[in-house]
C-alpha cells in the first residue's frame, strides 16, 4: 500500500516536472530563469537549449511512467531487469542531484547568495531527496 502510494505520488511528480520542461521547449518562460544555475555575478552557468529540455522532459516522463506502472499496472509484466535496475537508477540520479556539483547546485554547494541557489536550497535539492528517498523506499519495500 506505502509502495502504491509512493509510486503515485513520484509519477505526479516527475510528470509535472516534465511537462514544465516541455513548456520550455514550446517557448515558455515560466520558471526558466529560477531552474538555472548563475554565478555570484548573476551569469547562467548553464544555457541548455531547447532539445535540452525536450531530453529532459521525455526522461522525467519516462521516470514518471516507470513509477505509473509500479503502482497501477502491477498486471502488465516489466522486463524484470528493468524494474530491478530502473528501480534504482532512478533514485540514484536524484540523490546524486540532491547532493550536487559541490558548487552551483545540490545541498553541498559553495555558490549560496545566488537566487537560484536561494530556490535551490528551498525547492529543487529537497524535492531531489524527496524523490530519491522515495524511490529507494519502493525498492526496498519491493525486496
Known amino acids: ?12 511528480t516527475l510528470i ?7 513548456n520550455w521547449v514550446l517557448g515558455g518562460k515560466w520558471g526558466f530563469e ?3 544555475p548563475t554565478n555570484e555575478a548573476g551569469k547562467r552557468v548553464l544555457n541548455p ?3 535540452d529540455s525536450l531530453i529532459v522532459g521525455l526522461g522525467l516522463s519516462a521516470f514518471g511512467t516507470f513509477y505509473l506502472f509500479q503502482a497501477v499496472f502491477k498486471a502488465i509484466e516489466m522486463p524484470n531487469w528493468l524494474t530491478t535496475y530502473g528501480g534504482w537508477i532512478i533514485p540514484s540520479i536524484f540523490l546524486l542531484r540532491a547532493i550536487g556539483d559541490f558548487k552551483y547546485v545540490g545541498f553541498f554547494k559553495r555558490i549560496k547568495s545566488t537566487a537560484f541557489a536561494k530556490m535551490d536550497t528551498k525547492l529543487f535539492s529537497p524535492l531531489c531527496l524527496f524523490i530519491a528517498f522515495a524511490g529507494f523506499a519502493i525498492q526496498l519495500l519491493a525486496g
Open 49 to 51: 537549449k531547447k532539445s
Open 1 to 12: 500500500m506505502l509502495s502504491t502510494i509512493l509510486s503515485l505520488l513520484l509519477f505526479i
Open 34 to 36: 529560477a531552474a538555472l
Open 16 to 22: 509535472v516536472l516534465g511537462f514544465i520542461h516541455f
